[in-house]
């Protein structure tokens, strides 16, 4: 009996390596990531050195930011397509308080991330109290904030905001250019409350199974009310820099950045349907973004190449979600019978078993 | 009260002599959906290391009276008391008032692992006053506690770190009980936990709710199952139309199953018992 126990433990094991791969679907995007990165070493000299890599870097920043509340959006169930709109309202906004009311340039950066938090507040009431489809409500919000965007600039388009505003999109600090350095920050808190809070799990939860998390007591409401209104604050935050950088405060800013991070995100293995994924994964598809479009541009493929790719790219990740959800099903097996209880559980005196009273 | 996995509580008998002490009580309750009145004025009272069989028909008002023991749904009028004090309706009042519930589909996160989902809601944190304002959750520490719980009751299960979606019937439903024994709870509500289960798997989860009982825990299984109740229940309350219509002290009356049926449809009452 024994030794089929250590048979079937094995097995177990086996079992559960398989489901891990599975799982890190954004473990083998890194993989790929890797491979990627070693064949443009290997065509392009110019592709490992430390400018190209922050320029990768930099190209991935405003996705990036974006796409950390994007992801903890998608897995609790929800969605946000209104980013690359509110991008661009909040940088036509920020253009509208600087040079029609003059405001000083601190309360303009403030009015506007204000503004994308706004509209997130209103997608998150619309989508997690009144349960609204998030695809229908950011959708609207897609279309209508692109449109309130044109109404209160007239289309046009403001310029020379100073040195100092430039900073932000172009300045360096320590050698790295500061949207880098907002991304990394952005990224290094969405990671610890993903993994080291209970945030994390809730979400995952909620997107899974939301009864359960609600009878539980996890804030299935409150909690993506709260990542909606980070997300319109990180896509007012990504207009901003992009006003920077070009130094100009157009409506055009953010275009197609929704379906940038929703790629990014679906592509580190996060489940469109909510409830599996991880914040390394998407980390994973946001680089590999930024790796494939500029490795593509130094070894002289043009853009058309890279569009394949992402969309190769994202085929591959449909099936091994598939794939994944299958190995999901297979039942894992305790080592003997399923649930065998001990004789007397009174008796059972475990050493530093939970006692309570 | 001192109920521990690993504590010298006298099980079985000794605990079962002091049965008085009432656990909870539901005073009166009644509930309306819209035309429909689910429970008619329903009073109940559950007593330390008891295992009442609450039984009805289809549409009798049982799952409404679990909804409300367990605060997912607020009474029309009437209260819930826990040790003699109400509790608003909030499943984490329900909780906090030491009411666990196991619910007919087991309300696990298939996606998170068994220790993730045991402590959903309720994580704990790495010590000190920094780990805590940070909310810096303690996964060892959960992993073993759920481990050392599962040994103790003598459950035998994959891996705390096995995804709750990848456990049989049979395994969920012990996560779901251990998950209620962790928590230290007083009173466990089960609604229909062996509905889905194998024989093996049936027997193994009677096993544990006669476990609950010897740790002095106080149990409200609902069940359709009349050999079941006969098996493990004290006390049997039957409900028809929204109205308790029956509670027998199952130690002192020997009811068969066919007289639990005649109650259920009212072919019976307790009086002609």
């Given at each position: 009996m024994a030794l089929s126990s250590k048979a079937t433990h094995q097995k177990t094991q086996f079992a559960i390596s398989l489901r891990r791969l599975g799982q890190a679907q954004g473990g083998g995007l890194f993989v790929a990531l890797v491979g990627l990165g070693c064949y443009f070493t290997v065509a392009s000299p110019a592709f490992l050195t430390r400018s190209n890599l922050t320029v990768v870097l930099l190209q991935v920043s405003i996705l990036g930011m974006v796409a950390v509340p994007g992801a903890m959006l998608l897995v609790s169930g929800g969605l946000d397509l209104s980013v690359g709109s509110v991008a661009g309202l909040s940088a036509a906004s920020f253009g509208e308080f600087s040079q029609?009311?003059?405001?000083?340039?601190?309360?303009?950066?403030?009015?506007?991330?204000?503004?994308?938090?706004?509209?997130?507040?209103?997608?998150?009431?619309?989508?997690?109290?009144?349960?609204?489809?998030?695809?229908?409500?950011?959708?609207?919000?897609?279309?209508?904030?692109?449109g309130v965007a044109q109404f209160i600039t007239s289309?046009?388009?403001?310029?020379?905001?100073?040195?100092?505003?430039?900073?932000?999109?172009?300045?360096?600090?320590?050698?790295?250019?500061?949207?880098?350095?907002?991304?990394?920050?952005?990224?290094?808190?969405?990671l610890y409350v993903w993994y080291r809070t209970p945030v994390g799990r809730h979400l995952i939860s909620i997107g899974s199974n939301r009864e359960a998390a609600k009878a539980v007591g996890v804030a299935v409401i409150r909690l993506p009310f709260i990542v909606y209104i980070l997300s319109g604050m990180a896509a007012a935050a990504g207009g901003l820099i992009l006003t920077s950088q070009l130094d100009a405060a157009s409506v055009q800013i953010g275009q197609g950045l929704e379906l940038q991070v929703l790629t990014a995100i679906l592509l580190g293995g996060v489940a469109f349907n909510g409830g599996r994924g991880s914040l390394w994964g998407t980390?994973?598809?946001?680089?590999?973004?930024?790796?494939?479009?500029?490795?593509?541009?130094?070894?002289?493929?043009?853009?058309?190449?890279?569009?394949?790719?992402?969309?190769?790219?994202?085929?591959?990740?449909?099936?091994?979600?598939?794939?994944?959800?299958?190995?999901?099903?297979?039942?894992?097996?305790?080592?003997?019978a399923l649930v065998k209880l001990k004789g007397d559980i009174s008796q059972g005196d475990v050493p530093g078993a939970v006692s309570v009273g | 009260m001192s109920v521990g996995i690993g504590s010298s509580d006298p099980g079985g008998p000794a605990a079962v002599a002091q049965p008085h002490e009432e656990m909870l009580a539901v005073h009166d309750v009644v509930k309306r959906y819209g035309p429909v009145t689910a429970l008619r004025g329903v009073s109940l009272s559950l007593r330390k290391s008891e295992v009442l069989a609450l039984i009805g028909d289809n549409g009798a008002g049982k799952s409404t009276l679990v909804s409300i023991i367990a605060g997912l749904s607020k009474p029309d009028s009437g209260?819930?008391?826990?040790?003699?004090?109400?509790?608003?309706?909030?499943?984490?009042?329900?909780?906090?008032?030491?009411?666990?519930?196991?619910?007919?589909?087991?309300?696990?996160?298939?996606?998170?692992?068994i220790a993730q989902n045991v402590f959903l809601g309720r994580e704990l944190y790495q010590g000190g006053p920094v780990g805590r304002l940070l909310r810096n959750v303690n996964n060892r520490r959960m992993r073993r506690e759920v481990e050392?719980?599962?040994?103790?009751?003598?459950?035998?299960?994959?891996?705390?770190?096995?995804?709750?979606?990848?456990?049989?019937?049979?395994?969920?439903?012990?996560?779901?009980?251990?998950?209620?024994?962790?928590?230290?709870?007083?009173?466990?509500?089960?609604?229909?936990?062996?509905?889905?289960?194998?024989?093996?798997?049936?027997?193994?989860?009677?096993?544990?709710?006669?476990?609950?009982?010897?740790?002095?825990?106080?149990?409200l299984l609902v069940t359709h199952n009349m050999q079941h109740v006969l098996r493990v229940a004290n006390r049997v309350a039957v409900l028809r139309l929204g109205q308790k219509v029956a509670d027998v002290d199952l130690v002192e009356h020997h009811l068969t199953g066919m007289q639990l049926v005649g109650l259920i449809t009212g072919e019976l009452t307790q009086d002609e018992l």
């Amino acid at each position: 009996m024994a030794l089929s126990s250590k048979a079937t433990h094995q097995k177990t094991q086996f079992a559960i390596s398989l489901r891990r791969l599975g799982q890190a679907q954004g473990g083998g995007l890194f993989v790929a990531l890797v491979g990627l990165g070693c064949y443009f070493t290997v065509a392009s000299p110019a592709f490992l050195t430390r400018s190209n890599l922050t320029v990768v870097l930099l190209q991935v920043s405003i996705l990036g930011m974006v796409a950390v509340p994007g992801a903890m959006l998608l897995v609790s169930g929800g969605l946000d397509l209104s980013v690359g709109s509110v991008a661009g309202l909040s940088a036509a906004s920020f253009g509208e308080f600087s040079q029609i009311f003059h405001l000083p340039l601190g309360w303009s950066i403030i009015l506007a991330l204000a503004v994308g938090a706004t509209w997130g507040l209103c997608n998150g009431i619309l989508i997690a109290y009144l349960r609204c489809s998030p695809v229908i409500v950011t959708l609207g919000g897609y279309a209508g904030a692109a449109g309130v965007a044109q109404f209160i600039t007239s289309d046009n388009t403001r310029y020379n905001f100073g040195n100092a505003f430039a900073v932000l999109g172009n300045g360096e600090v320590g050698g790295l250019p500061v949207p880098v350095i907002i991304f990394l920050f952005v990224f290094v808190v969405g990671l610890y409350v993903w993994y080291r809070t209970p945030v994390g799990r809730h979400l995952i939860s909620i997107g899974s199974n939301r009864e359960a998390a609600k009878a539980v007591g996890v804030a299935v409401i409150r909690l993506p009310f709260i990542v909606y209104i980070l997300s319109g604050m990180a896509a007012a935050a990504g207009g901003l820099i992009l006003t920077s950088q070009l130094d100009a405060a157009s409506v055009q800013i953010g275009q197609g950045l929704e379906l940038q991070v929703l790629t990014a995100i679906l592509l580190g293995g996060v489940a469109f349907n909510g409830g599996r994924g991880s914040l390394w994964g998407t980390l994973a598809g946001i680089l590999f973004i930024g790796v494939l479009d500029n490795g593509l541009v130094l070894i002289n493929v043009g853009p058309y190449v890279a569009s394949m790719c992402v969309g190769g790219a994202l085929v591959v990740a449909a099936v091994l979600d598939v794939v994944y959800q299958h190995l999901e099903r297979v039942p894992v097996r305790a080592p003997e019978a399923l649930v065998k209880l001990k004789g007397d559980i009174s008796q059972g005196d475990v050493p530093g078993a939970v006692s309570v009273g | 009260m001192s109920v521990g996995i690993g504590s010298s509580d006298p099980g079985g008998p000794a605990a079962v002599a002091q049965p008085h002490e009432e656990m909870l009580a539901v005073h009166d309750v009644v509930k309306r959906y819209g035309p429909v009145t689910a429970l008619r004025g329903v009073s109940l009272s559950l007593r330390k290391s008891e295992v009442l069989a609450l039984i009805g028909d289809n549409g009798a008002g049982k799952s409404t009276l679990v909804s409300i023991i367990a605060g997912l749904s607020k009474p029309d009028s009437g209260e819930v008391l826990v040790a003699g004090k109400a509790f608003t309706s909030s499943p984490h009042a329900a909780r906090s008032a030491g009411i666990e519930t196991v619910f007919q589909n087991l309300m696990l996160v298939p996606t998170l692992d068994i220790a993730q989902n045991v402590f959903l809601g309720r994580e704990l944190y790495q010590g000190g006053p920094v780990g805590r304002l940070l909310r810096n959750v303690n996964n060892r520490r959960m992993r073993r506690e759920v481990e050392e719980a599962f040994a103790s009751l003598g459950l035998n299960l994959p891996p705390v770190t096995a995804k709750a979606g990848a456990l049989s019937g049979g395994q969920r439903q012990a996560v779901a009980i251990a998950r209620a024994v962790i928590w230290g709870s007083k009173i466990v509500v089960m609604d229909e936990p062996l509905a889905a289960l194998g024989v093996q798997q049936t027997e193994a989860v009677l096993g544990l709710v006669e476990g609950l009982r010897d740790h002095g825990i106080a149990t409200l299984l609902v069940t359709h199952n009349m050999q079941h109740v006969l098996r493990v229940a004290n006390r049997v309350a039957v409900l028809r139309l929204g109205q308790k219509v029956a509670d027998v002290d199952l130690v002192e009356h020997h009811l068969t199953g066919m007289q639990l049926v005649g109650l259920i449809t009212g072919e019976l009452t307790q009086d002609e018992l």
